[in-house]
DNA sequence: ATCGTCGCTGTAACCGGTTTCTGTTAACCG
DNA sequence: CGGTTAACAGAAACCGGTTACAGCGACGAT
C-alpha cells in the first residue's frame, strides 16, 4: 500500500508508462489521454505515491517554505503572529519555519542561512541588523513585520503613533491627568518608539511637558508587575497614570497594584496598546488601542507569496494597518464605552 | 562575490578541479591534498559559494530540518515549548517547522503532509488524532510532548498526577480547606487529564468526597477571567479554593478575585500549574507546580536529532521529568515559603 | 499522394549536491 | 628492479522529481 520508497520511475514502470507522464498526471499539467491517466492513477493510488517534496522543490527551484523570525519573548502577541502567518501560509502548501533570535549572538548568521532554506522571510522588526536584513534581502523577499527595514525593504505594521497620541490626549484633556508615565523600551522595539513618539507628541500639542525617559523595560506581563512594584512600592509620589506600550505590561501594572490594595481607576489609571482578550475581561476592563495583529502577519505572508512566483522581485513599499482605540473602565470612563 | 549561481560545478571549473573534490573540500570528508584543499577554498572564499540546501538534503535522504504540531492556543507555554524545541535543533543545524492544528478540521492531513518534510515530529499532546499519529510514526520518528501516543510511540511529560495530588492534599490537609474547585477540560489534554486525576486521587486517599465534575475551560487567562466572573458573580457560595489545570487560567483567576475586591488567600485560595515568570511576581504570589517546559520540548528535539540518525528507529519509551511544588501565598501559607 | 498539424508519449537532460568506483602516481619494501 | 600499497583525483552514477525536445500516428487540406 503505502510504500514509501515509491518514485516516480517505480510508479512509471509499474503503470507502463514513461515518468514524464506520470509527472504529468500527478501535477495536471501538459496533455494526457483518458487511458494513461487512468493507469497512472491507478498505480499511484495501489502503492500510496506520494511525489517526495525535495525532488520537487529541487526541480522548481523553490522551497515551498516561508520563514518567521521573531524575537522569541513569550506571550499572546507573539502566538497570535505566528497563527495569521499560518493561516495564510498554509493553504498554499508553503511550510512556515520559524527562528527565535533570542539572546544569541549569532543570530545574523542564522538568519542569513534560514534564507537560502525559504522562498521569502518575516522578521519581525528590531530583531535583527539592518545589515543582515540587506544582505539576506539579496537573496530572498523580506518583509518587516511591525517595524521598518533600511532601504526599501517592505514593512507591514500597525499604526502607532496617531492612535497612542489620541489615547495620551484622551487622558490629559478629558480626564484632565498629569504626570503620566510611560512604560515601555523605545529601543527595543520600533512598534514602542513609535508609540512613545505618539505619547510625547499629544503632551507637547497641549502644552504639556512630557515626561524625559520612559520606564524602559521589556513587554512581558512580569515586566509589568515589576514596574508596579517599583512605582508603587516606593516613597515616590503614585504617577497620575501608566501608560503602557502593550497590554500585557499593562495587566502585569494592572495585577500589580490591585495586589497592594489600590483602586484602579479611582487610585491609578492604566492603559494599554493591543486588545488581547483578556483586557475586555479582567475588572477594572483595559482601556487600550486594538491592533489588528493576526492580520499584520497575514498580509506579510501574502506579499511574500506574491513576491516569491516572481524571483529576486521583493515587494516594496510599506503597509500601514489601521489601528482602534477602545475606551473603558481603567482609565477612568465609565464601564461600558464606544469608540474614539 | 556573493553570487547565488554559484554550484559545485561551477567552483569546480573555476578551480580547475572536479566536482568531487569540491565537494570533499566543502564537507571535510575524504583525503584532499594541501595544494587542493587550497585551491577550492580560495575559489570558494573568492565567489562567496555556499553549498544548495535542497541538493545536498536530496543526496543524503534527510531534510535537516523537525517539525513541531502545536494546537494554535497563545500563552507563554507553548512560546516557551517553542523555545526550549529550537533552542535544541539550532545547534544541530536542523531548521523548525511549526503547524498549528488550531481549528482547523484538515489537521490530521497537514501533519502527515508536514512528516513528509521533515526528519522527525515532535507533537503536543491532544492534538492530532490517534490514527493520525499512528500513520505518521510509520514514515518519521515522532515524539509526543505532554501526553501519551498510542501503541510504542515515545513520549515527554512533566509528572503531572503526583504533584497536583501533592497540591491538593496540601490544601486539604494543611490548610483545612474543603470544596474545592477544579478548573480545566481533562478531555481538553492529557496534562490536564492527569492533573484532574491528581486532583481527585488526593480528595479519596484523605477521605474527602470530591467534587463530581471539573470546572471545564480553556487554558488561556481570559478563560480563567470567566471562571471569576461565574463562580464569584453569582449568587452561589463561593468554592473553598480554585485549583486550577495551569497558571494562565489561575493568573485569570486572581485577577478576577482582585478586581471584585475579594481579598487572596483570606476571601479565597488560588493555586496554579507551570511556574509561569509572572507567578512568583503577583501579589499574593501564586502557589503552583513547577513544570520543566523548555527541558520537556528540548529533550523531545534531542529524541528526533538522535532518530533521524537511524531512519525508521522511531524513539521509544516515555520519559517522565520531574515537576517541583511550590508554595506561595496564594494557598495561604506565609509569604515566603520552602518547597514541599 | 503529400504535407502540415495536432495530440499524445517517451527519452534524456537538468536541478545541485554526494558518493562509489576506477585509475594514476609515488612511496615503500624485499 | 618488480610488486604491493597508500594517497589522492576524477568520471559517472545517483537522490527524485520536472520538462525541453523529438518522435509517432491520425487526420485534414491541398
Redesign the interface.
Known amino acids: 500500500m503505502?510504500n514509501?520508497r515509491m518514485t516516480v520511475r517505480e510508479i512509471a514502470r509499474l503503470a507502463g508508462v514513461s515518468v514524464a507522464t506520470v509527472s504529468r498526471v500527478s501535477n495536471g499539467t501538459g496533455q494526457v489521454s483518458e487511458e494513461m491517466r487512468r493507469r497512472v492513477l491507478e498505480a499511484i493510488e495501489k502503492h500510496g505515491y506520494?511525489p517526495?517534496?525535495?525532488?520537487r522543490?529541487?526541480a522548481a527551484g523553490r522551497?515551498g517554505?516561508l520563514g518567521l523570525v521573531f524575537p522569541?519573548?513569550?506571550?499572546?502577541y507573539?502566538?497570535?503572529l505566528?497563527?495569521g502567518f499560518?493561516?495564510e501560509a498554509?493553504p498554499s502548501?508553503a511550510?512556515?519555519?520559524?527562528?527565535?533570535t533570542?539572546l544569541?549572538s549569532d543570530s545574523d548568521a542564522?538568519v542569513l542561512?534560514?534564507g537560502?532554506?525559504v522562498d521569502g522571510v518575516a522578521v519581525i522588526g528590531g530583531t535583527v541588523s539592518d545589515d543582515a536584513l540587506l544582505r539576506l534581502a539579496?537573496?530572498v523577499p523580506v518583509v518587516v513585520i511591525a517595524g521598518q527595514g533600511p532601504g526599501d525593504i517592505a514593512s507591514v505594521r500597525p499604526e502607532n503613533p496617531a492612535s497612542m497620541a489620541a489615547l495620551t490626549r484622551h487622558l490629559l484633556a478629558d480626564h484632565g491627568l498629569r504626570d503620566l508615565v510611560f512604560v515601555g523600551n523605545p529601543q527595543g522595539s520600533p512598534d514602542v518608539s513609535e508609540r512613545w513618539a505618539g505619547f510625547r507628541q499629544a503632551h507637547r500639542d497641549l502644552g504639556v511637558t512630557p515626561p524625559a525617559e520612559p520606564v524602559a523595560v521589556g513587554l512581558?506581563?512580569?515586566d509589568g508587575?515589576?514596574v508596579a512594584?517599583r512605582l508603587l512600592g516606593g516613597t515616590d509620589p503614585w504617577p497620575g497614570g501608566v501608560v503602557c506600550a502593550n497590554d500585557e505590561t499593562a495587566?502585569?501594572v494592572?495585577?500589580?497594584a490591585?495586589?497592594?490594595g489600590l483602586r484602579v481607576p479611582q487610585d491609578l489609571v492604566i492603559t494599554g496598546f493591543d486588545d488581547v482578550?483578556?483586557a475586555a475581561?479582567?475588572?477594572?476592563a483595559l482601556t487600550t488601542v486594538r491592533q489588528p495583529v493576526r492580520e499584520l502577519a497575514a498580509e506579510a505572508a501574502r506579499l511574500l507569496l506574491a513576491a516569491a512566483g516572481r524571483p529576486g522581485d521583493t515587494p516594496h513599499g510599506s503597509l500601514v494597518l489601521p489601528t482602534e482605540l477602545v475606551l473603558r473602565s481603567s482609565c477612568g470612563c465609565p464601564a461600558p464605552s464606544a469608540g474614539s
Not at 52 to 55: E, M, S
Not at 72 to 76: A, F, M, R
Not at 95 to 100: E, G
Request: hydrophobic content about 35%; proline content about 5%.
Open positions: 503505502s514509501s506520494r517526495d517534496h525535495l525532488g522543490a529541487l522551497h517554505a522569541g519573548l513569550s506571550g499572546p507573539f502566538t497570535e505566528i497563527q499560518e493561516s498554509g502548501r511550510s512556515v519555519h520559524i527562528l527565535c533570542h544569541r542564522q542561512e534560514m537560502r532554506r539579496e537573496k512581558q506581563q512580569a508587575v515589576l512594584q495587566l502585569g494592572l495585577v500589580g490591585l495586589g497592594r482578550p483578556t475581561l479582567v475588572t477594572p
